[in-house]
């Protein structure tokens, strides 16, 4: 009787003394672990890859399926947000919906997400696992469910990508708007800001005039009628964008036989050389705009 109490009374306090231990231990520990996990992915990942997938996540990754192939526009992450990242209130305030370009998004990734979240709920709202099923054949404005065309990893390049490597435009040219979405009005001064015109061409002779040539005559974007000369003037933020980071395998010019299109590689230049780029650019006798 004595014996089995005693043993009673030492199971007792095993069970529970573990219990306890198992109880509040286990639970910092998974607090503390989700945390650190989290952000040594985020130290892995590369905002640059980041920046490939924002411009088109399709072309980056090489889906196949012609359900999402068929309409980019509804699965770019700057379709919707802007090669600015501010949705309505950047340079997408004129762009209007239609059968193949989406609502643009209420929601400044650059001046709000990247300030008021942490990198679990930009992850969190990248993956999207409860948005648009891109298999569907739907197109909305609503944000693709991204976990079935992205890895954890790409996530969290996004997310470097959103957080720190974007740039914040207006360190590169000054956004005019009137009005609201979709029927505001857009224009772009002060392009380069204070950039110097002859440094900025040392770097282009360095890095772009193999690809694009003297005046940037030598490749027709998309064989549009678009040489550099008119990116530079009219495009300023899509040049902020690409003159550093590049763009994938350009699939659909290719497939339409353009054979100026392809992939450009991240060029490794800094934020100053792209405003010196900028200026540069803006004289019209050396980078013409495009004709015959
Ligand atoms: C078809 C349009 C569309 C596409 C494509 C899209 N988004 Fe979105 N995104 C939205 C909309 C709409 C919202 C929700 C805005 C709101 O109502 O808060 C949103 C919200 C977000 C948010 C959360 C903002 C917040 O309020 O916290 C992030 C981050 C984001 N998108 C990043 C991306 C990234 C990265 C991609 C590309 C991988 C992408 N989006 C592609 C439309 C889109
Ligand atoms: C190895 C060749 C190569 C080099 C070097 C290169 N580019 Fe490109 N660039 C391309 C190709 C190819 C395209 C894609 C054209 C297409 O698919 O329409 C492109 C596209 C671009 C675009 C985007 C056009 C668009 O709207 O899609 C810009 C802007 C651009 N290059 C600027 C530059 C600048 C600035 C430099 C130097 C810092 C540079 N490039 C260096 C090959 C190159």
């Known amino acids: 009787m004595k014996k089995t109490f005693r043993f009673s009374v030492l199971a007792l306090s095993i069970v529970i003394g573990t219990s306890f231990i198992f109880t509040f231990c286990s639970k910092d520990d998974d ?3 989700d945390a650190d996990a989290d952000q040594i992915a985020y130290d892995a990942a590369d905002g640059i890859r980041g920046a490939l997938l924002y411009d088109h996540v399709l072309n980056e990754k090489l889906v196949e399926d012609t359900k999402m192939t068929d309409q980019p526009n509804f699965f770019r992450c700057k379709s ?9 209130t950047g340079v997408l305030i004129d762009k209007a919906s239609s059968e193949t370009y989406p609502e643009v998004a209420d929601v400044n ?13 930009i992850f969190d709202a990248i993956k999207h696992t409860d948005g648009r099923d891109p298999s569907s054949g739907t197109y909305t404005a609503t944000m693709p469910n991204f976990s079935t ?4 990893a790409d996530i969290w390049d996004l997310v470097k990508f959103i957080k ?4 914040q435009t207006d360190d590169f040219y000054t956004l005019t708007t009137t009005g609201t979405y979709p029927n505001g009005t857009k224009s772009f001064s002060d392009i380069g800001k204070d950039g110097d015109a002859a440094a900025g061409l040392a770097t282009y002779n360095a890095k772009c005039v193999s690809c694009h040539g003297a005046d940037g005559s030598k490749i027709n974007v998309y064989c549009k009628g678009i ?15 690409k003159a550093i980071w590049g763009m994938p395998l350009d699939r659909e010019h290719i497939a339409g036989g353009c054979t100026d299109a392809g992939a450009m590689s991240p060029t490794g230049i800094t934020d100053d050389d792209v405003r010196n780029l900028m200026v540069m650019g803006q004289d019209t006798v050396a980078f013409p705009d495009y004709h015959e």
Do not use: S, Y
């Open 164 to 167: 720190e490597t974007a740039h």
């Open 31 to 33: 607090t503390k672990t």
């Open 227 to 241: 040489w550099l000369g008119n990116m530079f003037r009219d495009d300023p933020h899509e040049i902020q964008h």
């Open 109 to 121: 990734l650059v001046e709000e997400v990247r300030v008021n979240d942490g990198i679990r709920e």
């Open 149 to 152: 065309i992205l890895t954890d």
């Open 80 to 88: 919707c947000h802007g090669w600015d990242l501010k949705g309505r």
